[in-house]
């Protein structure tokens, strides 16, 4: 095994030992408890120090998770939350609704369909689960630019490889109303409403969306729609952390 792949093997061994039921280690014992050599294990443990990975406990000279590892386990807590919450959402939506609910997250730069429930109408918008929604427009890309920061949107502007127009102009009503609207942007004949769903920091977790033939919605519907999705969304949120 070359040493880089030896190295990675090491450091992964050694993160998964920090349990609930072994929460520190000192560098002794968890050299014996994984087999590895002192020095090998010392110098892991320095590299995930310094990256805030670990912690070092002044007292007792033992080390356990520090504030970055904590971190990414409230992230992957708070997705798993995301998926079960927003599940339950596009149910009870798609039930007052009629129409197609799904639910999307931003992937690798990407917003990505992780849940959907179908409207049993003859004429629907028909979706699956991995498919991608544009973010240059629609519903669904109004919601995700204007929960950018000022920072990340100048970025975008000066990369130019997307075309902003159409979702910059929405900015002010997302942000206003706490919903977006998407009359035939990405589907002929499709209508969409689209939610945030933020987390503590107020960052997008995730958007959901109420998509249909365009017949059936008329601009009375739309805001009904928008602010009941707008409350379950803000449910959500509040339930991620968000106050």
């Not at 998407?182 to 958007?207: C, H, M, Q």
């Not at 109420?210 to 017949?215: K, P, Q, V």
Request: proline share 1%; with cysteine.
């Amino acid at each position: 095994m070359q040493r880089s792949n030896r190295t990675a093997e090491q450091t992964a061994r050694i993160l998964k030992a920090f349990t609930k039921e072994n929460k520190e280690w000192g560098i002794s014992a968890l050299a014996k408890h994984l087999g590895y050599a002192k020095s090998s294990v010392h110098g892991i443990l320095q590299a995930l120090v310094e990256e805030n990975i670990l912690e070092k406990n002044k007292i007792n000279n033992k080390y356990k998770c520090g504030f970055l590892l904590m971190q990414l386990g409230l992230q992957a807590l708070a997705e798993l939350e995301l998926i079960k919450l927003g599940r339950e959402a596009i149910f009870s939506l798609n039930k007052i609704t009629g129409e197609t609910v799904f639910l999307t997250m931003c992937i690798e730069g990407k917003i990505r369909v992780i849940g959907v429930r179908e409207s049993v109408k003859p004429l629907r918008l028909s979706i699956s689960v991995g498919s991608e929604m544009p973010i240059d427009r629609g519903a669904c890309g109004k919601i995700w630019y204007a929960y950018l920061s000022d920072d990340e949107k100048d970025r975008i502007k000066k990369d130019g490889r997307i075309d902003t127009s159409i979702v910059e102009r929405s900015v002010g009503f997302v942000l206003k109303n706490g919903y977006a609207i998407s009359i035939e942007e990405v589907f002929d004949d499709i209508t969409a409403i689209a939610a945030p769903i933020v987390n503590r920091e107020n960052k997008l977790e995730g958007i959901i969306v109420i998509g249909g033939l365009s017949a059936h919605f008329t601009e009375e519907k739309l805001e009904e729609y928008g602010e009941i999705l707008k409350s379950e969304c803000k449910n959500i949120s509040m339930q991620l952390g968000n106050v």
